[in-house]
């Protein structure tokens, strides 16, 4: 680096990070620039020595609680090991929240252990309000669906692509879902499934990472993170649309089936 004064503005940005991480040196860093001469004459003298720098400067522990709150979303998902952990992030994830400000965490329900895991959208009002997924109208056709295949609600374990409601209970959009996947993600490898059940297109183009329409998805069994994953309507459309009523009873038939198979319990 040849220019003097550039290299001292990058010399002090270093040692102001350095002193951010671990508090104070030993060393004063001016904030004020000397003037040019002095900079060309001594442009180092608030380096520590080679051998200075051997020795770790303490951390106290509220600067290492400092560190720790600048992990990213990545690192800190990456870290919990349970369900109650996971939850807990949630609980303080900013990245989860939509548009709609004071919306409960609908963090999902169930066996922590199922073998079936439901995928839905997003929660409601209902949703919201009782900080569980698929309580309203909607769920309450879910469990009867599941009923005619003989699950009980607390045989399975659901959740949602989001974790808090969106305004006006509109579509989430393709960055609040990308935003809000990690966590799902983290969720499924903790319960470990061995089947999960998209209901509704947002919820399989999300897992599936495909833009198509549901007709195309479902009716088989997809391939994902080495389960298997099948696709069907959404309660909520069945509610509003007869037609959705017979291929979504097939869909759910093959479903059990599927899991008979695969000897999943109970
Ligand atoms: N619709 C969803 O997709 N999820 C819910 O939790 C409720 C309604």
């Known amino acids: 680096m ?18 951010e991480m671990y508090g104070d040196f030993s060393v004063h860093v001016e904030e004020k620039h000397e003037t040019e001469s002095e900079q060309v004459q001594e442009p180092n003298t608030s380096y ?27 690192e800190l998902i990456e870290e919990c090991s349970t369900l109650e952990e996971l939850r807990a992030l949630c609980e303080e994830a900013e990245e989860l929240k939509t548009d709609l400000e004071g919306t409960n965490l609908v963090f ?19 949703e919201d309000q009782q900080g569980e997924p698929f309580v309203g109208q909607a769920g309450q056709l879910l469990d009867k669906i599941m009923a005619a295949i003989k699950f009980k609600r607390s045989d399975i374990y659901i959740a949602n692509i989001l974790k ?4 006006d209970n509109r579509d989430p959009e393709p960055e609040e879902r990308q935003r809000s996947l990690p966590y799902l993600l983290k969720q499924i490898e ?38 298997e994953l099948m696709v069907t309507y959404h309660p909520a459309a069945l509610l ?16 059990r089936k599927r899991y008979d198979e695969l000897g999943g319990q109970p």
């Open 48 to 74: 520590k020595s080679e051998s200075q720098d051997h020795q770790q400067p303490e951390v106290s522990e509220e600067k290492k609680a400092e560190v720790e709150v600048r992990k990213s979303p990545a």
């Open 2 to 19: 040849n220019d003097p004064k550039e290299f001292l503005e990058k010399a002090t940005r270093f040692l102001q990070q350095q002193r």
């Open 108 to 126: 999902g329900v169930g066996n922590p252990n199922a073998d079936l895991m439901i995928v839905g959208e997003a929660p409601g009002y209902n």
């Open 190 to 227: 903790l319960i470990d499934p061995k089947l999960i059940l998209c209901v509704g297109r947002i919820s399989a183009t999300t897992l599936l990472d495909k833009e198509t329409s549901l007709g195309n998805l479902r009716g088989t069994f997809h391939e994902f993170h080495g389960r």
């Open 240 to 255: 509003y649309n007869q037609k959705y009523k017979r291929p979504t009873w097939e869909d759910v038939q093959l479903l």
């Open 164 to 167: 808090h409601r969106p305004p």
